[in-house]
């Protein structure tokens, strides 16, 4: 393997361990998913803003572009909220293989646009998948916490499939553009309610999101697309595809959050599926 090579598929799959570990920081960050996903987009816009002032990158987009961008950046915001606020009030085990069932919705949403209906081997994505959620789910008292949890990662999955979808139309204006106006309309967004606490919390965890926003979010996104250059879209998805696996084992190791064989089964489903359709989708 070329040296350049080998240097990008370890950007892959460094970018997918910073994906994966950026769940923990809903255990972290003691502000809420509002302080969290605020600061997160806060400052991973301004080192994004900083990264294409340096490497001179155009910003600029028309009007219609950016009501596209601002509409993504508002289900950025709300994304990314659900999935932290599930993972503050469940574990990150949870929040991620909720989170995980994004697939199923990018088909139904995809087969209700080219108003077509499923093939069978998206059928079968579908109950595979609702399969390892019901394998997953702690108990079926809406009471139980863990419940509740699963039920906002699930709801981060599906707004996370729109948000992709949506991001199609906008790839031509190139990654960096797109995840900057995506950021700062996030950031801007929870500006009123998330620039507060920000203010209030203490050294430590300024420090903290920081990281997040900086490390986890824009270095992440950029080491991503930096990988690509070389490493096959197919090769790409089955490593994103570990991004679960990379989030439960630090949850694990850091926070003694261990899963039981039944959330283990069923998130063995759900990571199977998940690599399966991307797979195909690259193929």
Known sequence: ?????????????????LFGASGLFGKLIVGGATL???????????????????TRRSLRVDARSAGGLALCGVLLAVHWWTFFHAIAVSSVAIGLLGFASFPLFVAGLESWLDRR???????????????????????FDWRDQATQGLA????????????????????QLGAVRVALWQNGVAALMLAPLGLPVLLAAPPDQW?????????????????FIASLQTVPARTAAVIAALEPVYGIALAWLLFSEVPGLRMLAGGAVILAVTTWVTLRRAS
């Open 117 to 139: 209906p499923l093939p069978p081997a998206e059928r079968w994505m579908v109950a595979l998948v609702t399969l390892g959620l019901v394998l997953v789910t702690p108990s």
């Open 152 to 171: 906002w990662a699930i709801l981060s999955g599906a707004l996370f499939a729109l948000l992709a979808i949506a991001n199609r139309r906008l790839s």
């Open 207 to 223: 420090l903290i999101v920081a990281v997040l926003g900086v490390v986890f979010t824009a270095l992440a996104h950029c080491l």
């Open 1 to 17: 393997m070329p040296q350049s090579s080998q240097r990008h598929f370890l950007f892959l799959h460094f970018s997918v361990l």
């Open 36 to 54: 969290t996903v605020f600061g997160r987009t806060s400052f991973a816009a301004v080192a994004l803003l900083l990264f294409a002032v340096l």
